[in-house]
């Protein structure tokens, strides 16, 4: 996988189409369920600059006459038209898969070196009833195992990052310490687990009842704004700023742990202090997303762990 520096997203090439096939990267995102690329008639300011999927040259493409649309935690939004066409990701092919044909994106995408999404939710999560491919290489057999893992790299230390697909990768892991949580019940098609509690510098919150959403694609731990107000409380010298950010001294040494299953793992100091020139702010918003007990647990925590997502038993494990 490549990335967005510093660590703020992660992306990798997937093949569109047969007759002229277009390689094309796309962000491997866990906390939704749609496949979108960006097609030429796209005329959003976020679509200069980008290379763009072009249907004429793929002799696999078919129309679905449906309008497309997904709109994430973020506000970022993409709209088109839903379609389907044979797709690759690295040696593993999916036929007649599903994907948005989009026109419009929002200004989120800007910036970003990606022109798609790949999510990698359950279906069930879909906006637009779209099977996944990771849901379609499950159904046709061609995994080993109905998983898949992540190894997200810290740009910082040039670690590697990298999507296993069918399984994991047991070089980047200590399968002895492996620890499995099964994913809630009222999952709505989430990776969403039983978060125990949170830890700063070894001192528990006491956050029972609490929900992980295990987001690849999200660059910030998003959390209840009363959540983030306790948290940053035990930070000395933290002030409360706009879109649910606070700044915190750049010499705070202050460890933030996550508890799942009885185990607990902590974030590298680096992955929880962004530096900003003079300034520093930690990588927890506190955000009202609409629920008072969600957690989004994206990048700053997964790059302190190899995650597996196991759509087989429902299970998420560090």
């Known amino acids: 996988l ?35 690329v960006i097609g030429d008639e796209c005329d959003s300011p976020a679509c200069s600059r980008k290379l763009k999927y072009n249907s004429y040259l793929d002799d696999s493409y078919k129309a679905i ?18 379609a389907t066409t044979d797709i690759k990701i690295g040696s593993l092919s999916v036929e007649t898969q ?11 995408f800007a910036d970003l070196t990606f022109v798609g999404i790949m999510g990698m939710a359950l279906s069930s999560a879909s906006e637009n ?6 849901t379609n290489l499950i159904n046709s057999k061609a995994l080993d195992q109905p ?24 070089a980047r892991y200590d399968a002895n310490s492996l620890t499995w949580t099964n994913l809630v019940d009222n999952n709505q098609g989430l990776w969403k687990i039983s978060l ?3 830890f700063v510098s070894d001192q528990p919150l006491g956050f029972q009842g609490r929900i992980g959403s295990i987001d690849t694609g999200s660059a910030s731990i998003i959390i209840p704004s009363a959540d983030a107000k306790t948290l940053y409380g035990k930070i000395p010298k933290s002030v409360a700023l706009d879109k649910g950010f606070y700044s915190i001294p750049c010499e705070t040494n202050i460890v933030i742990g ?22 520093c702010f930690g990588s927890i918003q506190g ?3 609409g629920s008072d007990t969600t957690w989004i647990i994206g990048i700053p925590f997964l790059k302190n762990v190899y995650s597996i997502f196991d759509q087989g038993e429902f299970r998420v494990g560090f």
């Not at 599903?98 to 989120?108: K, N, P």
């Not at 009833?129 to 990771?134: A, E, G, I, K, S």
């Not at 893992?149 to 296993?164: C, I, N, V, Y």
Request: one cysteine or more; aromatic letters at 12%; a negative charge.
């Open 196 to 198: 125990d509690d949170c």
């Open 287 to 289: 955000i009202d997303t």
């Open 65 to 82: 006459e449906r309008p497309f649309h997904v709109e994430y935690v973020s506000g970022a939004f993409a709209k088109g038209s839903c």
């Open 147 to 170: 998983q898949f893992s992540f190894m997200l790299g810290r740009d910082a230390d040039k670690t590697p990052s990298e999507l296993t697909i069918g399984g994991s990768n047991p």
């Open 98 to 108: 599903d994907f948005g044909l989009v026109d419009t994106i929002s200004d989120d």
């Open 129 to 134: 009833v779209q099977l996944t491919p990771v």
């Open 258 to 279: 996550l508890r799942f299953s009885g185990m607990t793992w902590n974030m590298d100091h680096r992955d929880f202090i962004l530096k900003e020139g003079e300034n």
């Open 2 to 36: 490549n990335q967005d520096r510093p660590d703020l997203s992660y992306f990798g090439e997937i093949t569109f189409g047969t007759g002229e096939p277009q390689e094309l990267n796309v962000l491997f995102d866990t906390g939704s369920a749609d496949l979108f």
